[in-house]
Nanobody, 113 residues
């Protein structure tokens, strides 16, 4: 059974940092391109970053220079390191198996003073 489980969300002040994790099971993780997306209240889900099986990364312009996507293939974990957080980063963050189109359940990130 293929499963993606996100964790690491929470409440943080503007300028703060969080690290999200996505633990994968039921897939050969090292072969899979993975992505992070987010959905703010009343808005469509949007792309944040992705990382290919070969390690190549892409970022949305809105997070470039502040967020870092990485992966630990030995542990089957996808990460999103978020620094310099802004109130507009508030959203539910989802990881995605880009090949299967499989989503995790999401983790809430709230940036507020």
């Amino acid at each position: 059974q293929v499963q993606l489980v996100e964790s690491g969300g929470g409440l943080v002040q503007p300028g703060g940092s969080l690290r999200l994790s996505c633990t994968a099971s039921g897939i050969i993780f090292s072969f899979v391109d993975m992505g992070w997306y987010r959905q703010a209240p009343g808005k469509q889900r949007e792309f944040v970053a992705d990382i290919m099986h070969n390690g190549r990364t892409n970022y949305a312009d809105s997070v470039k220079g502040r967020f870092t996507i990485s992966r630990d293939n030995a542990a089957n974990i996808l990460y999103l390191e978020m620094d310099g957080l802004k109130p507009e980063d508030t959203a539910v963050y989802y990881c995605k198996d880009q090949f299967r189109g499989l989503w995790g359940q999401g983790t809430q990130v709230t940036v507020s003073s």
